[in-house]
């Protein structure tokens, strides 16, 4: 059975795509740590632990978030884009990128902004106009 994740990727699921390509997508996390929050997947790999990835998934994985953050940076006032990989909510590897004013913001404990379907829709364009520029 396919995660949440693939479902998001694959269009069955509504997102708020920030960037995406054949072999990764990017979208706003929906409770996100700071307006910006961005999850990068795998499309096609669906396991859940980032060093299980062949080397060829990884290291394109890690190339396409670097170019993502690069976007968020561009559309979204932080002073860092912030980088974390956890994996323990969804059976998925997913990279977190999060827009940090400070390291406070990068506490997961912490509770989760709740933003309108109109404010995510807004940083999501920017942040895909931003990457399209890239």
Request: charged fraction near 25%; glycine fraction near 4%.
């Amino acid at each position: 059975m396919a995660t949440i994740f693939s479902r998001i990727a694959a269009g069955e699921i509504p997102s708020f795509k920030v960037a995406e390509s054949e072999e990764f997508y990017a979208f706003l996390d929906i409770n996100p740590m700071a307006p910006g929050h961005t999850l990068v997947i795998p499309r096609n790999v669906e396991d859940d632990y980032i060093f299980n990835l062949d080397p060829k998934t990884y290291e394109g994985l890690w190339a396409f978030a670097r170019k993502v953050a690069l976007a968020i940076k561009a559309a979204v006032p932080c002073k860092r884009v912030g980088v974390a990989v956890l994996g323990m909510e969804v059976p998925h590897t997913h990279i977190h990128l999060v827009p940090l004013q400070s390291e406070a913001d990068m506490d997961f404990r912490k509770e989760k902004l709740h933003l309108s379907p109109e404010e995510n829709k807004a940083i999501a364009e920017r942040i895909f106009q931003e990457y399209e520029k890239l």
